[in-house]
C-alpha cells in the first residue's frame, strides 16, 4: 500500500518563476493537508482540502500561493512569482478522517524542497 | 496565539541513557498531543501519540501528559545512535481539530 506521494522532491526555481507541486494521498484517503518547513523551524500549517473543497486556508500566505484537490488527480499547492523566502520544504499530509484524532493520524509525505535562486 | 515549546537543544546522551524530551502547550483546549520524529532531510514520522493524563507505553518510548500543567514529555529509554533525530510535538488547538500545531523540535545527539 503505497503511502503519500509528493513530486518533485526537489525544486529549483529562480525568482519570479511558478512553482507547483504535486501530492497524491493515501489510498482511500480524502483529506489533504500541506505544511511548511522553513529551514532550522518547525512545521507550519497551510492548507486543509477535501475533495474539491477548501476547508481551511488559514495558514497560506494572502499572495502567490493557491491549493487545490480535484476530483481526480493530486493536490497541487502552487506559488506564483517565488522569492528566496519561499525556499523551504513542503510537506504534504493526509488522512482518512478529518484531523488527528485516537482512531488516526495524519501521515505525511517525502515533502519536496524548493529553492529559489 | 496558541504555541507549542520545545528546547530546541541539541540533547546529548549516551548509548543506553534515557533520553528525556519535553513540550509545553498554550491551548488549555488541546486534548491530544503526538510525537513526531524527523531524521535530517525526510519527513515527520509519528512515534507516539497521547490523549490522557498520565503514561503511555510503546516500546521503548513513554509518552507522559499532565494537562494540569499543560506539559507532555517523550522518554525513550535505552537509546541508540539511531534514535539520534530532531523530536516534534504537535497538538490540535481546540478551534480547529483538523490541524497541528508544531514545536520547533528538540535535535536529540545520542553518543556512541
Known amino acids: 500500500n503505497a503511502g503519500v506521494m509528493q513530486n518533485p522532491r526537489h525544486l529549483v526555481r529562480r525568482r519570479g518563476q511558478e512553482a507547483r507541486l504535486r501530492c497524491s494521498p493515501m489510498?482511500?484517503?480524502?483529506?489533504v493537508y500541506w505544511y511548511r518547513q522553513l529551514p532550522e523551524e518547525g512545521l507550519k500549517f497551510m492548507v486543509y482540502l477535501q475533495k474539491e473543497n477548501i476547508i481551511d486556508e488559514s495558514g497560506m500566505p494572502k499572495e502567490r500561493f493557491s491549493a487545490e484537490f480535484p476530483k481526480e488527480g493530486p493536490s497541487i499547492l502552487r506559488i506564483q512569482q517565488v522569492v528566496r523566502g519561499d525556499s523551504a520544504a513542503y510537506f504534504c499530509?493526509?488522512?482518512?478522517?478529518?484531523?488527528?484524532?485516537?482512531?488516526?493520524?495524519?501521515?505525511f509525505g517525502p515533502g519536496t524542497r524548493l529553492t529559489v535562486l | 496565539q496558541k504555541e507549542v515549546e520545545q528546547n530546541s537543544g541539541p540533547l546529548s546522551v549516551p548509548e543506553g541513557a534515557i533520553a528525556s524530551l519535553n513540550c509545553t502547550y498554550s491551548?488549555?483546549?488541546?486534548?491530544?498531543f503526538f510525537w513526531y520524529r524527523q531524521y535530517s532531510g525526510k519527513s515527520p514520522e509519528l512515534i507516539m501519540s497521547?490523549?490522557?493524563?498520565g503514561d503511555k507505553e510503546d516500546g521503548r518510548f513513554t509518552a507522559q501528559l499532565n494537562k494540569a500543567s499543560q506539559y507532555v514529555s517523550l522518554l525513550i529509554r535505552d537509546s541508540q545512535p539511531s534514535d539520534s533525530a530532531t523530536y516534534l510535538c504537535?497538538?490540535?488547538?481546540?478551534?480547529?481539530?483538523?490541524?497541528?500545531?508544531f514545536g520547533s523540535g528538540t535535535r536529540l545527539l545520542v553518543r556512541p
Open positions: 497521547i490523549y490522557s493524563n
Open positions: 504537535a497538538a490540535p488547538p481546540m478551534d480547529s481539530s483538523y490541524k497541528l500545531i
Open positions: 489510498k482511500g484517503h480524502s483529506h
Open positions: 499530509a493526509s488522512s482518512v478522517i478529518p484531523g488527528p484524532k485516537n482512531t488516526d493520524t495524519q501521515y
Open positions: 491551548d488549555r483546549g488541546s486534548q491530544s
